[in-house]
């Protein structure tokens, strides 16, 4: 058969980053359904008694979470956009451990220092992706210069905006969701085989 006669068929190419956005959007209905409730309850972080079982849940489950539509559209577009990328250079299982590890920084920094604010959305872990795919072109230890910039650019931004913009944005995840996936991608740009595993 030739090249125009092929069936197309559509591909899961990106496992992990799929199957998180899908979670998420069965987070935001399951909110638009109990108005909320499971926000609170499963999707949101903030501080609780350690003696509650989805005290822990939370830590993680809170990057599920978002407040409505525009929320959602917003991380999901960037997520879907550099995912997939940063999934077919790194490997599914290096992706997961960046959304892992975002999630349960983020989610312990906000229990610890913001008890009285609950904190959910996706959005630390689309930094940790926008500063872990600048580091896709490094070689031999050299820094780019893209990652100077998306520093600058993003970070700064959010530095600023946490100073000078009073929102409902918690650009301290924002920050720390970048540094997770630069530290990350430092130590996978260091390792020749790009993986955490041994």
Not at 14 to 31: D, E, N
Not at 122 to 135: D, E, K
């Amino acid at each position: 058969m030739d090249k125009m006669g092929k069936k197309f068929s559509i591909s899961y190419n990106s496992p992990v980053v799929l199957t998180f956005s899908l979670i998420c959007l069965g987070a935001l209905v399951l909110g638009f359904v109990t108005g909320g409730y499971t926000n609170g309850l499963l999707f949101s972080v903030y501080r609780s008694s350690l003696a509650d079982p989805l005290t822990y849940f939370r830590f993680v489950g809170h990057v599920f979470g978002h407040a409505g539509w525009d929320h959602f559209i917003g991380n999901m577009t960037l997520l879907l956009v550099v995912g997939p990328l940063l999934e077919e250079k790194y490997g599914s299982q290096n992706i997961a451990f960046v959304i892992l590890a975002t999630a349960v920084i983020t989610g312990l920094v906000n229990f610890i220092f913001f008890p009285h604010t609950a904190l959910l959305g996706a959005s630390g872990v689309v930094f940790a992706f926008i500063l872990l795919s600048s580091f896709t072109c490094m070689k031999d230890g050299k820094i780019p210069l893209t990652f100077i910039l998306i520093v600058i650019i993003y970070i700064g931004g959010q530095v600023y905006q946490g100073i000078f913009v009073k929102d409902n944005v918690s650009n301290l995840t924002h920050i720390i969701g970048g540094g997770v996936g630069s530290g990350l991608g430092f130590a996978m740009s260091r390792n020749k085989m790009g993986s955490f595993s041994s």
